[in-house]
């Protein structure tokens, strides 16, 4: 019988969603990527980016819209309601995502939040179509830049980005990826999966030892598990994962099986770990969907994303915004992908 594992509530529901209208709507403090080109480039948060100014930093922002659009979407009855279609409205209107899309085009900004931020803007506008339509039609400037944007940055990129920060390749080719089926965008699919073929096809005995770094919010092995099992047919995906980690069954690596211990939750480097046990929570409960029926590792998979979700769901704390700005929409991904 599969493991019983946390499914997200609506009281729980209600509260992400006030935090996130509080987070999307907070201009400062604000971590401040930007590139100035000139004199006129000095300008406050709000006017270079009118829709995308809160939560401390934008991609942080971006996925803080995405968790308000999942929460209307799953939860019809969410007192917020009202409130997040406002912010919706008001944030991404037509004006304000072609100021978006002008900021990423400008020269010397191509990569502006490549590719975390880019993965997290193509999350909200599939998220967005069907439940807010007109907010989805409004974004599409700026999908395009960042559609242009991937199919560039994949083609060029010899190398990925394994480390689990944000410049991770394998989340990012798994978010693109997952966009580009929903919209049935051919060439990016092929793109995304025959760079994920190559980069990732004939890993082996990945060393386990080496995780967690200090500062990860993604468990590098795990997202790249979690994208080739995306791309691979069942069958092919569970002897690929047997070569990836060949002692799963005996419980090693037990790096990756244990939660990682935080011992500053509120040290905006070391509580990245908090987002990292929640994004191994998501992807060991992925993991066990992907195998075969009847697969041993499956019960393996699913105790691990349990340790992880009783060891993270705690350490949310709605006060901190050092952790508010943030790991809210990294819950609900967990919770509800």
Known sequence: MPLALPALTP??????????????????????????????????????????????????????????????RLFPGLPEKEAVHAVLRGHLSAENIAAEAAYLAAPGRGAFQRPYGWSWLLKLE???????????????????????????????????VRHGVHTNT??????????????DDQPLKLLCTSRAA???????????????????????ALVEAGLMGRILPQMAFAQWFARFLPRLGQGQPASLLQPAAV???????????????????????????????????????????ARHYEAALPMLDAHDFTR?????SFAVYALTE
Not at 50 to 62: E, I, K, L, N, R
Not at 198 to 216: C, S
Not at 292 to 303: F, K, N
Request: hydrophobic share 45%; with cysteine; net charge negative.
């Open 11 to 72: 009281a729980q529901a209600s509260a992400f969603a006030q935090l996130g209208l509080a987070n999307v709507r907070r201009e400062y403090p604000h971590l401040q990527q930007h590139m100035l080109n000139g004199p006129e480039d000095i300008m406050e948060v709000r006017a270079l980016h009118p829709a995308f100014y809160g939560s401390y930093d934008w991609h942080s922002c971006v996925h803080q819209h995405w968790m308000l659009v999942r929460l209307l």
């Open 126 to 160: 599939q998220e967005l179509r069907g439940h807010a339509a007109e907010s989805a039609a409004n974004l599409q400037p700026l999908v395009r830049v960042i559609r242009a944007g991937f199919d560039a940055y994949l083609r060029a990129l010899t190398y990925p």
């Open 170 to 183: 394998a989340f990012a080719t798994g978010f693109a990826l997952n966009w580009a089926r929903s919209v």
């Open 198 to 220: 190559a980069w990732f096809g004939r890993d082996h005995d990945y060393p386990g030892h080496l995780e967690p770094g200090g500062e990860d919010f993604f468990s590098p």
């Open 263 to 305: 011992s500053d939750p509120g040290d905006p480097k070391i509580g990245h770990l908090i987002g990292l046990n929640l994004n191994r929570a998501w992807v060991w409960r992925r993991l066990a969907g992907l195998l075969p029926e009847g697969d041993p590792l499956i019960p393996v998979c699913e105790a691990a994303a």
């Open 324 to 328: 508010a700005h943030w790991l809210a």
